[in-house]
């Protein structure tokens, strides 16, 4: 297995630190040719508007959608990345999205880059904790038939799964912490 992950702007950095210590074949996706070498796709934090202006000018936004809409291509988007996987996005300055994942999301909900922390998560089924990081975390807020909730915190949706795809509002990557990474790689 081939995991890609989005290296145009954000923290592909870090994810592709917890892929190297799991020992994954890891491919930075810059290309639509690079894209073609991969069986599954990491879509980073970072800047959600910059990113989507990357997607589109670097010509991956179309074969991204063209193969998830054939099911060969699982995503697992972390804060950013999953703002560009909802449907729709509320919040200043929304960008135009993938429209993938049947999620509505608030853009920066927890407030600015000041204003972020910390947190502790349970995986649903799981017995231990694991410490994530919201760093201008975007809220679901809303939830569409078929999306299934694998972890909460505060009573909000922070991890939720649809088919092939996998979203998060926080970052376990820079936490370190590999159980989202594992759950994406063996359950997606």
Same mark, same amino acid.
């Given at each position: ?6 290296? =145009? $702007?954000? /923290?592909?950095?870090?994810?592709? !630190? ?20 991969? /069986?599954? =796709?990491?879509?980073? %934090? %970072? ?11 670097? #010509? ?20 950013? %990345? ?29 407030? !600015?880059?000041?204003?972020?922390? /910390? ?5 649903? #089924?799981?017995?231990? !904790?694991? /410490? ?14 078929? *999306?299934? *909730? ?12 649809? #088919? $092939? ?10 936490? %370190? ?12």
């Amino acid at each position: 297995m081939t995991v890609g992950v989005l290296a =145009l $702007q954000g /923290d592909f950095a870090e994810h592709i !630190s917890i892929l190297r210590s799991m020992r994954i074949r890891i491919v930075e996706v810059r290309t639509p040719l690079d894209l073609e070498a991969v /069986d599954r =796709l990491i879509i980073p %934090g %970072g800047e959600s508007t910059v990113i989507s202006g990357l997607l589109q000018s670097s #010509g991956l936004w179309q074969k991204i959608c063209t193969r998830v809409r054939k099911k060969t291509l699982p995503i697992f988007g972390t804060c950013a %990345g999953l703002i560009l996987l909802a449907k729709h996005v509320t919040g200043k300055n929304a960008p135009q999205t993938l429209q993938l994942l049947d999620v509505t999301v608030d853009r920066n909900a927890y407030g !600015s880059q000041i204003q972020s922390f /910390d947190r502790k998560i349970r995986l649903k #089924g799981a017995s231990k !904790s694991l /410490d994530v990081a919201f760093i201008r975390a975007p809220k679901i807020t809303e939830i569409g038939k078929g *999306v299934e *909730v694998l972890a909460t915190s505060g009573g909000n949706p922070v991890l939720v799964r649809q #088919g $092939q795809l996998l979203g998060a509002t926080f970052h376990s990557e820079v936490t %370190g912490t590999p159980e989202i990474h594992k759950l994406f790689l063996d359950a997606v």
